[in-house]
């Protein structure tokens, strides 16, 4: 089922992340983790993309399985900064073989070494490429609450997040943010410019100290005051982290949906664990 035609369709949505493994040897545990968070029974499940074809077939294998030994809807990403043309079309020909019909266009990181391929330089023209190829799929995008690291102001990163739904995004999820009043801010910004699509909060449990400042450095993302205090006070002990992060992760969601902010994505990590914890805490509230 395509993913704009399940937030159409229901009131409240909560699906999951996982991401490919970076070398074949461990897609057995990445297949195992999946799994176990399909059990839990998500509107759909996220599966991330192994840029410039190392693992990314990966991708498409995981998202098959997924959809169709488990009966979760998936959408499958498709990065494009350091691939060429002709790997991206392979891509979505794997794509539609395997009857996957969601595709989240993300430019996708630029590589520590530098650019590797030219073919792309922005998300949205690989959204007129998915859509002059495929022009029955849904396509997701990305934005971002606090303006993207590479955008000056935010008004130049909502100009570039327009281009993208005009070029054919049908709903754009966000980058991971810890203070629901950013988002808030954020939705009236992109509405005023007229960016109409559904938005769906991305949501990071932070579980492990490491994630506090992987978090800052890979996405800019600020660390409000109660975050800070809560590592700090449970930095000694994994458990009540862990604990501690998925509550707080579910309190943001319990907040967003009652201000009517109701598709959430969650960044479960491959930790069913972590998705266990956030179905069980809002149970009740998203049946």
């Given at each position: 089922?395509?993913?704009?035609?399940?937030?159409?369709?229901?009131?409240?949505?909560?699906?999951?992340?996982?991401?490919?493994?970076?070398?074949?040897?461990?897609?057995?545990?990445?297949?195992?983790?999946?799994?176990?968070?399909?059990?839990?029974?998500?509107?759909?499940?996220?599966?991330?993309?192994?840029?410039?074809?190392g693992t990314?077939?990966n991708t498409?294998?995981?998202?098959?399985?997924?959809?169709?030994?488990?009966?979760?809807?998936?959408?499958?990403?498709?990065?494009?900064?350091?691939?060429?043309?002709?790997?991206?079309?392979?891509?979505?020909?794997?794509?539609?073989?395997?009857?996957?019909?969601?595709?989240?266009?993300?430019?996708?990181?630029?590589?520590?070494?530098?650019?590797?391929?030219?073919?792309?330089?922005?998300?949205?023209?690989?959204?007129?490429?998915?859509?002059?190829?495929?022009?029955?799929?849904?396509?997701?995008?990305?934005?971002?609450?606090?303006?993207?690291?590479?955008?000056?102001?935010?008004?130049?990163?909502?100009?570039?997040?327009?281009?993208?739904?005009?070029?054919?995004?049908?709903?754009?999820?966000?980058?991971?943010?810890?203070?629901?009043?950013?988002?808030?801010?954020?939705?009236?910004?992109i509405r005023?410019?007229?960016?109409?699509?559904?938005?769906?909060?991305?949501?990071?449990?932070?579980?492990?100290?490491?994630?506090?400042?992987?978090?800052?450095?890979?996405?800019?993302?600020?660390?409000?005051?109660?975050?800070?205090?809560?590592?700090?006070?449970?930095?000694?002990?994994?458990?009540?982290?862990?604990?501690?992060?998925?509550?707080?992760?579910?309190?943001?969601?319990?907040?967003?949906?009652?201000?009517?902010?109701?598709?959430?994505?969650?960044?479960?990590?491959?930790?069913?664990?972590?998705?266990?914890?956030?179905?069980?805490?809002?149970?009740?509230?998203?049946?």
């Amino acid at each position: 089922m395509k993913i704009i035609d399940i937030l159409n369709s229901k009131d409240v949505t909560l699906s999951f992340e996982v991401f490919p493994p970076k070398t074949d040897a461990g897609y057995a545990a990445v297949e195992k983790a999946a799994a176990e968070i399909a059990a839990l029974k998500p509107d759909f499940m996220s599966v991330t993309y192994g840029a410039g074809g190392g693992t990314s077939q990966n991708t498409a294998n995981i998202a098959a399985d997924l959809q169709n030994k488990y009966g979760v809807d998936v959408i499958a990403h498709l990065t494009c900064v350091s691939s060429t043309k002709e790997y991206v079309d392979s891509m979505i020909d794997a794509y539609k073989e395997k009857r996957i019909e969601n595709i989240m266009a993300l430019r996708g990181d630029i590589p520590k070494e530098g650019r590797v391929c030219y073919d792309y330089d922005h998300a949205y023209q690989l959204i007129y490429d998915i859509k002059s190829k495929y022009s029955d799929c849904c396509i997701g995008g990305a934005c971002y609450p606090e303006g993207h690291v590479e955008c000056a102001r935010q008004s130049e990163d909502i100009v570039h997040l327009k281009e993208k739904v005009d070029a054919g995004c049908d709903f754009l999820t966000t980058q991971m943010f810890f203070d629901n009043s950013t988002l808030y801010q954020f939705l009236y910004r992109i509405r005023e410019k007229g960016i109409e699509v559904p938005v769906l909060p991305g949501i990071m449990p932070i579980t492990n100290v490491k994630q506090v400042s992987r978090s800052v450095a890979l996405s800019g993302s600020t660390i409000p005051q109660k975050m800070k205090i809560m590592v700090d006070r449970f930095a000694d002990d994994p458990d009540k982290l862990r604990e501690a992060g998925i509550i707080y992760a579910s309190d943001q969601i319990i907040d967003l949906i009652s201000n009517g902010v109701s598709h959430i994505h969650v960044y479960s990590m491959n930790k069913p664990e972590i998705a266990a914890g956030i179905m069980r805490n809002l149970a009740t509230i998203i049946k």
